[in-house]
Antibody, heavy 118, light 108 residues
Framework: EVRLVESGGGLVQPGGSLTLSCAASGFTFSNYDMNWVRQAPGKGPEWLSHIKSDKSDSVKYYRDSVKGRFTVSRDSAENSLYLQMNSLRVEDTAVYYC?????????WGQGTMVTVSS | EIVLTQSPGTLSLSPGESATLSCRASRSVHSDYLAWYQQKPGQPPRLLIYGASSRATGIPDRFSGSGSGTDFTLSISRLEPEDFAVYYCQQDDYSPFTFGPGTKVDIK
């Protein structure tokens, strides 16, 4: 079964840091582009970052609002995707999803909740 | 940034009726990079349509997508009770990849 499982969410104070992890299984992780997408309560999905497959040298893209604060990485030996988040803001509060693909975001994890609050 | 505008915001229909959802892009998007998703409360979005018109695995044929350039459409024929949900279009032709604000299809 193709599966993505996120972990690492929680409550953090403004200005704090958090690292999210995504464990992939059921497919050859190294062959796929991956994404982080978040969804604030009551809002639509918002794409955050994209990392290409290993064969594409893991090129990375970010949306401007997280560029310089968030860093995406992958470890194909561990079949894992990561999102290092620094300088967190209240407006970063959301469910964070790990998502497979480019041209179609075909597999989504169940998400991990990040709450930024004092 | 490519802005996707979806209309209508809400569509109130009865089971058995058909739905037509619109997605307009602020500039041209290659059809290969336009997708539609369905989301129900408490669940992640689910891929319905990719490449503007190709159904994802396991998606029933009452869902169809069409369009090109800046105008795309998701059609749902013969609404089933499980089809009442929020639908988003999305482009990943140009970074930043963007989603539309969604169309909610609710029961009349």
């Amino acid at each position: 079964e193709v599966r993505l499982v996120e972990s690492g969410g929680g409550l953090v104070q403004p200005g704090g840091s958090l690292t999210l992890s995504c464990a992939a299984s059921g497919f050859t992780f190294s062959n796929y582009d991956m994404n982080w997408v978040r969804q604030a309560p009551g809002k639509g999905p918002e794409w955050l970052s994209h990392i290409k497959s290993d064969k594409s040298d893991s090129v990375k893209y970010y949306r401007d609002s997280v560029k310089g604060r968030f860093t995406v990485s992958r470890d194909s030996a561990e079949n894992s995707l990561y999102l290092q988040m620094n300088s967190l803001r209240v407006e970063d509060t959301a469910v964070y999803y790990c998502v497979r693909g480019r041209r179609s975001f075909d597999i989504w994890g169940q998400g991990t909740m990040v709450t930024v609050s004092s | 940034e490519i802005v996707l505008t979806q209309s209508p915001g809400t569509l109130s229909l009865s089971p058995g009726e058909s739905a037509t959802l619109s997605c307009r892009a602020s500039r041209s998007v290659h059809s290969d990079y336009l997708a539609w998703y369905q989301q129900k409360p408490g669940q992640p979005p689910r891929l319905l349509i990719y490449g503007a018109s190709s159904r994802a695995t396991g998606i029933p044929d009452r869902f169809s997508g069409s369009g090109s350039g800046t105008d795309f459409t998701l059609s749902i024929s013969r609404l089933e009770p499980e089809d009442f949900a929020v639908y988003y279009c999305q482009q990943d032709d140009y970074s930043p990849f963007t989603f539309g604000p969604g169309t909610k299809v609710d029961i009349k």
